[in-house]
């Protein structure tokens, strides 16, 4: 990592902990997709946190008859604040609220680029189902 000795981290030691640090930072976070799910469920599967208990929670937060597409839901959950979260789903543990906010925080339509470089690794992984391609 030369990028560490331009900035000043010239021992070997210093710079084996940072790259040992650096990998650990995202290892913790579920990988979440950045589009709008379809379904609320799924996406409590997807961030770990698919548990009877938040299923139900949602359920009552967010009955089908006034939130009748999952969209509705994901449009309210990102303007609730922390405490709004805690309250209204009762995720009272901070793991699971962490990773609620960072999942929360991920969903939005992906710009153009994104959605063609979804349609392109989407588009390859089923090339190489189909054809018993591996990379």
């Known amino acids: 990592m030369s990028d560490l000795k331009d ?16 990998k650990k930072l995202h290892q913790d976070e ?26 139900e929670k949602f359920k009552q937060a967010f009955p089908e008859n006034t939130y009748p597409k999952a969209q ?9 604040t922390e405490s709004h979260i805690t309250r209204k789903l009762g995720v009272k543990a901070k793991g699971h ?19 063609s470089l979804l349609k392109i690794v989407n588009d390859s992984h089923f090339a190489s189902m189909a054809f018993g391609l591996r990379y």
């Open 30 to 55: 579920p990988d979440i997709d950045i589009t709008v799910p379809d379904n609320v469920e799924i996406w409590l599967e997807v961030i770990g946190l698919a548990t009877e208990e938040y299923k």
């Open 97 to 115: 609220l962490r990773r609620l906010k960072l999942a929360i925080t991920r969903i939005r339509q992906p710009t153009l680029r994104e959605y």
């Open 72 to 80: 509705d839901v994901f449009k309210d959950l990102k303007t609730m």
């Open 7 to 22: 900035i000043g981290v010239t021992d070997p030691h210093d710079r084996d902990d940072f790259r040992r640090h650096i």
